[in-house]
Structures are given as C-alpha cells and as structure tokens.
C-alpha cells in the first residue's frame, strides 16, 4: 500500500484533491480491515461468459451483466476476427468523418430490425448514448422528468444540456404526474425512464407512465440497458414487455451487457431522428467503435432474435437464485424476480466488503455496490445471472452464498 | 401569499427532518446546520412542492444552501 495517500499526509493549500479526503479515508479504513480491494479486481484468465481466473483462482462470475452469454459465442468470435483483418484494428475517426464503415451501417440496420424502428444509432459506449441524447434534445427551458434512481449517465445528459431538471420519487406514478402537472405550458418536456433499474433489479410500471407522459405531451425515452434480449416477446425490452414500445419515442441500449462487447445505441421512429448525428457532441466528437466491435455486435444482435431457449433458460436461473436465497434468509432487493438482477442487501459497507471478500474466497464472483451508485445508502451484493449459467452452478453459487454468509454472520 | 405565510408554513414543514432540533433561521444551512442527506432533501422538496404547488427543479435547489434563500425562492415561484 506504498501508493496510498495516510491520513497524516497535510496537502499543500489549493490542492484540488482535498475534496477526495472523505473518500480516500473510507476506503483505507476499509482495506485496513484487511479485505481485498473490491474495486481492483484482476481477471487473469476469462475462461467462459461465466468463468475466470482471478488472483489464481477459477472463479464463477455472477456479477458481469453478460446476461445472454454472448462474449464467446463462436459464430460472434468469427465475425470479430473476419473484421479485424479485412478492416484493421481500428477506425481512427469520427462518425461524421472517416469513422463510418460497412460495419457500423449493419450494427445499424441488425438494431432497426430489431427494435422493429425506423432508425438507429450508434455511440461509441451506452454512456455516450444517453449523455447525447439527452444534452442535445433536452435544452435550456425544456423540463427533464426523471426517476430519481436513474443511472449516472442520465443525470450527466442531463447536466450537460441545461434543461430544468425535476426528479420523482422512484417508480412513483403519482409523484411522476404531479411534477407533470406543474410544469408551464408551452415549455418542452421529456420523461426519462428506465425499463430495469440496475441496482435492485426492479422493473418500472412503464405501460401507467408512459401513458401518463404522453397525456401531458411529453416525449418519452427509456433506458432498456438491462432488459435486451430477455424481456419483452423479442427481447426488445420492458416497454415490449407492458406493450408500449409503439409509445416510446426514444429506446437508449448499449452492447456491453446482452450483446457482449462494447458500445451504445439510440432507436427511434422520429422522423427527424437523423439530424442527431450532425448536432450530438459526443456522437460527432469521439471515435466510432473499431471494426471488430461492431462486427460481434451486429452478429450477436441478429443471434438475439432467434434466443428463446437461453431466454427461458436465465429466468430459470433468476428465480432458481432467487428463491434461495430467500430461503437462506437473505434479504433481496425485490420480493419477486423481476430481471436478471438478484441483489442482495448487506447490512453495511464493512460486512458488505467482508461478504464479498468470502465469495471471492470461496470462487464467486459477485458486484459489490454501494452509496453514492445504490439508493437509500444501501450496501449490496448485485447477482446478475447469465444464460449460460448451468442449473448446477447455480445450486453451487447458492451453497457458496450460504458458507460466507454464515461466516460473516448475516444469515 | 407574503412571505412570512411562506415562512409560517415552510417551518411547519421542517419539523419533521429537523431530528436534531436545530434552531431554524435564515441563515441556517441544509447541508451543514441541519445535515440534510440528498435523500432527506428529495423528500423534503417534495413535501414544499407538494404544500405550494410547484416545482423547485434540481438547478435551482443547487442555488439554495439555507433556510433564508429556500424562503424567499418559494416566495417567488408560487407568486409566478
């Protein structure tokens, strides 16, 4: 630890750092416990979409997002490879410029059908796609309506496109139509929703407040990052799923979770949508995703549609988890299982870390989370569960779960 | 509405979240005097806005560290 900062280091005055102070003491008073670092974790070896090497041990990963287990599906490798050596490794350029290859047009065209929209539109990360989004379409006098447990990325877009900017409580129908009500006539409203929020694994009552949003005239966007795939009768997510997909005008996605590689994306039947990528900054200003990227993921996009047997299979696994570790006395973040996500709610930070050490120890892999990323201050341990996942490895990450838990004394 | 009604309500609304029984003046600050976390905000905001009928949007709570501004920003909004 020679590379940490000690308490009795004194910063010279108008050091930037200083505001860090109250972090950097929390998380040395928590590696002083002894714990491994759960934010500097090493995967040596990826063995499979459910399995790794870390710190030498072989290692099941159940907190990846790699919900469809697509990372290395061979005809998703093929394609990669295909691309990487007909196109190079990289596109050095901007969408707009020389960034715009064969590739990114079929990631385009694999994603309009299958959204079954009009148009669509690639950033280089899902962060991007709402940052972009949202700042460009949401300006100075327009109001933004949003859940106030939406993701940082939301807030950001929010941030940088200057719009008035009015949250409700979470998943709150009545609270979401009351700022509605309220906002002046005239003046341009967006509601932001998301379709799974990512850190209990909770789905929103789109079909009540989509309808709600277009009865005051709002335009409606969704988040769907931890619904493709899986949700909804072709996987095209929760708004798919409560049958208002028609009503949503703009679906934000990325291919860092179902589709397995990296990179962001905007559907939408707008008519005017294409203007987007002559005035959307962090379309326009950053490089497009490599050659190979936008291969797999258009591959993996089109494997997706075809997907009802891995889909039936991770919901199996969901509520296979999710029901023992009810049974174990955990307490879980949702009382049914509403996504892929089972998160397990620790009692606080410290037994949190020593869970999630236990885990590691005994080859479970899980995503430890907690406060300013999870609501109400909570500490969890987030289980996302991949298709590939056996019924088997299930019942282990299950005896896993009780060992640590016992061990740490939370059940 | 004046703005000692404003005031008059605003303090009925307080009680509640003011756990430590912090003497409430104008100067008093949110975050530091009455150790308002953002969720105690949010559900404080909501409760003005709910009472006044407005919107107190996220850029303008950036904008109001203490009772005094909070005051006298609702003043304004319900009279708009």
């Given at each position: 630890?020679t590379?940490?900062i000690?308490?009795?280091?004194t910063p010279p005055?108008?050091?930037l750092?200083s505001?860090f102070?109250d972090?950097i003491?929390?998380?040395?008073t928590?590696?002083?416990?002894g714990?491994e670092d759960?934010?500097?974790l090493?995967m040596?070896k990826?063995l499979s979409?459910?399995r790794a090497?870390c710190n030498?041990?072989?290692?099941?990963?159940?907190g990846t997002?790699?919900?469809?287990?697509m990372?290395?599906d061979p005809?998703?490798l093929?394609?990669?490879?295909e691309a990487?050596?007909?196109?190079g490794s990289g596109?050095?350029g901007s969408?707009v410029?020389?960034g715009?290859?064969q590739?990114?047009r079929?990631c385009?065209?694999?994603?309009k059908?299958?959204?079954?929209?009009?148009?669509?539109m690639?950033?280089?990360?899902?962060?991007?796609?709402?940052l972009?989004?949202i700042?460009?379409?949401?300006?100075k006098?327009?109001?933004v309506?949003l859940?106030?447990?939406?993701h940082a990325?939301?807030y950001?877009g929010?941030?940088?496109?200057?719009a008035e900017?009015?949250?409700f409580?979470?998943?709150?129908?009545?609270?979401m139509e009351k700022?509605?009500?309220?906002i002046?006539?005239?003046?341009?409203?967006l509601?932001?929703l998301?379709?799974?929020y990512?850190?209990?694994?909770d789905?929103a009552?789109?079909k009540e407040?989509?309808?709600?949003?277009?009865?005051?005239?709002a335009?409606?966007?969704?988040?769907?990052a931890?619904?493709?795939g899986?949700?909804?009768?072709?996987?095209?997510?929760v708004?798919?799923?409560?049958?208002v997909?028609?009503?949503?005008d703009?679906?934000?996605?990325?291919?860092s979770?179902?589709v397995?590689?990296v990179?962001?994306f905007?559907?939408?039947?707008?008519?005017?949508?294409d203007?987007?990528?002559?005035?959307c900054?962090?379309y326009?200003?950053?490089a497009?995703l490599?050659?190979s990227?936008?291969?797999t993921?258009?591959?993996s996009?089109?494997?997706l549609?075809?997907g009802?047997?891995k889909?039936?299979?991770?919901?199996?696994n969901s509520?296979?988890?999710?029901?023992g570790?009810?049974?174990l006395?955990?307490?879980?973040g949702?009382?049914?299982p509403?996504s892929?996500i089972?998160a397990?709610i620790m009692p606080?930070?410290?037994r949190?870390?020593?869970?999630?050490?236990?885990?590691?120890?005994?080859g479970?892999?899980?995503?430890?989370a907690r406060p300013?990323a999870?609501?109400a201050?909570?500490?969890l341990?987030?289980?996302?569960?991949?298709?590939e996942?056996?019924?088997?490895?299930?019942?282990?990450v299950l005896s896993?779960?009780e060992r640590a838990?016992?061990a740490?004394?939370?059940? | 509405?004046?703005?000692a009604?404003v005031d008059?309500r605003?303090?009925a609304?307080?009680?509640?979240?003011n756990?430590?029984?912090v003497?409430i003046?104008?100067e008093?600050?949110?975050?530091?005097?009455l150790?308002?976390?953002?969720l105690?905000v949010?559900?404080?905001?909501?409760e003005?806005e709910?009472?006044?009928?407005?919107?107190?949007?996220?850029n303008?709570?950036?904008?109001?560290e203490?009772?005094?501004q909070l005051?006298s920003a609702?003043?304004k909004?319900?009279?708009s």
């Amino acid at each position: 630890m020679t590379d940490t900062i000690t308490a009795t280091h004194t910063p010279p005055a108008g050091d930037l750092f200083s505001k860090f102070d109250d972090l950097i003491q929390t998380r040395e008073t928590l590696l002083a416990s002894g714990v491994e670092d759960p934010f500097n974790l090493v995967m040596e070896k990826v063995l499979s979409p459910t399995r790794a090497v870390c710190n030498g041990r072989e290692t099941i990963l159940l907190g990846t997002y790699n919900y469809m287990g697509m990372t290395f599906d061979p005809d998703v490798l093929e394609a990669g490879r295909e691309a990487l050596t007909e196109f190079g490794s990289g596109t050095t350029g901007s969408r707009v410029l020389n960034g715009t290859y064969q590739g990114h047009r079929e990631c385009e065209d694999a994603l309009k059908e299958f959204y079954g929209m009009d148009h669509a539109m690639v950033f280089s990360t899902g962060y991007q796609a709402n940052l972009g989004i949202i700042a460009t379409i949401a300006g100075k006098g327009d109001y933004v309506v949003l859940d106030i447990d939406s993701h940082a990325s939301i807030y950001d877009g929010c941030a940088m496109g200057n719009a008035e900017i009015v949250p409700f409580r979470h998943n709150d129908i009545e609270a979401m139509e009351k700022r509605l009500r309220r906002i002046p006539e005239g003046a341009g409203k967006l509601v932001i929703l998301e379709g799974v929020y990512s850190m209990l694994g909770d789905v929103a009552p789109l079909k009540e407040m989509v309808a709600i949003a277009k009865q005051y005239g709002a335009m409606v966007l969704v988040d769907e990052a931890h619904s493709m795939g899986f949700i909804g009768e072709n996987g095209r997510g929760v708004c798919e799923e409560q049958g208002v997909i028609d009503d949503v005008d703009f679906i934000i996605g990325t291919f860092s979770k179902s589709v397995g590689t990296v990179g962001g994306f905007c559907v939408s039947n707008h008519p005017k949508f294409d203007i987007m990528r002559l005035v959307c900054r962090p379309y326009v200003f950053t490089a497009s995703l490599p050659p190979s990227v936008v291969a797999t993921a258009a591959t993996s996009i089109r494997k997706l549609m075809h997907g009802a047997n891995k889909r039936a299979h991770l919901w199996e696994n969901s509520r296979t988890l999710h029901k023992g570790l009810t049974d174990l006395g955990f307490e879980l973040g949702t009382k049914e299982p509403q996504s892929a996500i089972v998160a397990v709610i620790m009692p606080d930070l410290e037994r949190g870390a020593m869970m999630w050490e236990a885990l590691l120890k005994e080859g479970l892999y899980v995503n430890l989370a907690r406060p300013p990323a999870t609501p109400a201050g909570m500490t969890l341990l987030r289980c996302s569960l991949c298709a590939e996942h056996s019924a088997e490895e299930v019942q282990t990450v299950l005896s896993m779960f009780e060992r640590a838990g016992k061990a740490v004394g939370i059940i | 509405m004046t703005e000692a009604d404003v005031d008059q309500r605003i303090r009925a609304l307080i009680e509640p979240f003011n756990k430590k029984g912090v003497e409430i003046k104008n100067e008093t600050s949110f975050a530091n005097d009455l150790e308002f976390d953002s969720l105690t905000v949010m559900d404080f905001v909501a409760e003005i806005e709910d009472e006044f009928d407005i919107i107190i949007s996220m850029n303008q709570q950036a904008e109001i560290e203490n009772y005094g501004q909070l005051i006298s920003a609702v003043h304004k909004l319900q009279d708009s």
